[in-house]
């Protein structure tokens, strides 16, 4: 039960993060910072599926 609710407060965060990035004038800072938290959602819930978690290859710039 535990595992579940930090799973939702987790997700609840992330939600309200990518929302306040979205809120934001659109710049590369905050598209960055709007696929940082999108990256980190599906890699958290990997971990919690127990599967393996492959790194994305970082943007070449």
Do not use: C, I, W
């Not at 990997?46 to 943007?59: C, F, H, I, W, Y």
Request: net charge negative; aromatic share 6%; no cysteine.
């Amino acid at each position: 039960m535990h595992e579940e609710t930090t799973s939702t407060a987790f997700q609840e965060y992330l939600l309200r993060k990518m929302a306040e990035k979205q809120a934001a004038p659109l710049t590369d800072y905050n598209r960055g910072a709007a696929a940082m938290l999108l990256e980190m959602h599906d890699v958290y819930q990997q971990l919690l599926n127990n599967q393996s978690v492959t790194p994305s290859e970082p943007d070449e710039e």
